[in-house]
């Protein structure tokens, strides 16, 4: 692997812990101004600190995000479909590695539809790139996407996305955890990272994820709305690092989510005259 696309991998997966934290903040590219992040550059400025990589479209990190920041950005580049559709599956690319280059980006992400109508579309995208990601040393992460058809999260179909996704060249597979999924790590000879999904019950549930995708071979996680629509999405973020980074049980990162929780409700001291 040449210098360039090693130094981004290291980003994206920072070589402390070989893990990462990933915040998916690239949701309005098909759903608009998703509830708490209608107003994006607010949404990202708390969490951006504690976040291993920010995951988002160009016009997000144009507009949104402050040139100054040093956290690895990871730039979707895929898109064209929206959810006023009932087939989201047919998405092109939409920003060239050039522009990626541009934005001096870690790495750029595509979503892939295995069984879809599009399914053909979406893994000649992921050629595509990862060519031109070869010649230029930007890595690729494929995502396994399965539009609104939410119950296709099993292991048997996801083991499959995984698979083709890795055979055709991506370095990085974001996919979703789900039952069995020692199998779809056993299956895919690159990294994994396991995305949230729609907001769960509780934090709980959200770290339980987390904490289990991990202990079956994940590398992380890039996550969205359980962080951002969280009432306290600043301390899950430092919940969900303890769970990847420091191996952290559940109830751990619990008592890190009420401790951040607690200093959030302490009065600020006030200056003595
Ligand atoms: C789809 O909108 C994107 O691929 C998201 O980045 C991905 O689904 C992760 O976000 P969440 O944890 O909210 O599912």
Redo the contacts with the bound molecule.
């Keep these: 692997m040449d210098w360039g696309m090693r130094n981004r991998m290291a980003r994206l997966l920072p070589p402390a812990s070989g893990r990462t934290v990933m915040l998916?903040v690239?949701?309005g590219y098909?759903?608009g101004p998703t509830r708490r992040l209608e107003n994006v550059r607010a949404t990202i400025a708390p969490l951006a600190p504690h976040a291993d990589v920010l995951?988002l479209t160009r016009g997000v990190l144009r507009t949104s995000v402050d040139p100054t920041i040093t956290t690895p950005i990871l730039l979707?580049v895929s898109g064209g479909a929206t959810v006023l559709k009932e087939d989201l599956s047919h998405e092109a690319l939409t920003t060239t590695v050039r522009e990626a280059h541009r934005l001096n980006v870690a790495g750029v992400a595509l979503?892939v539809f295995v069984g879809a109508p599009h399914e053909h579309e979406s893994l000649v995208n992921l050629a595509q790139l990862v060519e031109a990601g070869e010649e230029t040393g930007m890595p690729v992460v494929a995502?396994t996407?399965v539009g609104k058809e939410l119950e296709k999260r099993d292991a048997r179909y996801l083991a499959l996305a995984c698979r083709v996704a890795a055979e055709i060249g991506a370095h990085l597979v974001?996919t979703y955890y789900c039952d069995g999924f020692d199998k779809v790590v056993e299956g895919c000879p690159v990294p994994l990272v396991v995305?949230?999904?729609?907001k769960l019950d509780s934090e709980r549930a959200a770290l339980e994820l987390a904490h289990d995708a991990v202990a079956q071979g994940a590398k992380g996680v890039?996550?969205?709305?359980?962080i951002w629509q969280s009432d306290h999405p600043v301390a899950m973020l430092k919940a969900l690092r303890a769970v990847v980074h420091d191996g952290a049980t559940v109830r751990e990162a619990l008592d890190v989510l009420e401790g951040e929780r607690a200093r959030d409700r302490a009065p600020t001291p006030s200056v003595a005259a």
């Design positions: 998916a690239d949701h098909f759903m995951a979707r979503s995502i996407a974001k995305a949230g999904g729609p890039d996550m969205g709305r359980n």
